[in-house]
């Protein structure tokens, strides 16, 4: 999977998370800012969660929150965490 595609199913995978809290457009809207649309440490949770899950890598939840404030920086850390192109 390359990283375009990663950060698709990480954004899809927020939206679903937020379970009907956060819709794609204000996710958009924020400019993909998990933190400015009022993600829920519940959702955040879920997201981790989803994460390794459907992409099969370890996420600490306990990691500083900057790596969870954006769906780039949640991506970003999905791939520093050992995510390839073939993954």
Same mark, same amino acid.
């Given at each position: 999977?390359?990283q375009t595609a990663l950060r698709t199913k990480i954004? $899809?995978?927020a939206i679903a998370a937020g379970d009907g809290s ?13 933190? +400015? ?9 879920? =997201? !981790? $969660?989803? !994460? ?6 370890? =996420? +600490? ?9 954006? !769906? +780039?920086? %949640? ?7 050992? %995510?390839?192109?073939?993954?």
């Amino acid at each position: 999977m390359d990283q375009t595609a990663l950060r698709t199913k990480i954004f $899809d995978l927020a939206i679903a998370a937020g379970d009907g809290s956060v819709s794609a457009a204000e996710l958009t809207g924020a400019n993909y800012s998990l933190r +400015d649309v009022g993600y829920s440490s519940l959702s955040y949770m879920r =997201l !981790i $969660d989803s !994460i390794e899950n459907e992409v099969g890598v370890y =996420l +600490d939840p306990e990691a500083p929150i900057e790596h969870y404030e954006t !769906i +780039d920086t %949640v991506t970003a850390l999905v791939v520093a965490s050992g %995510v390839g192109a073939d993954a």
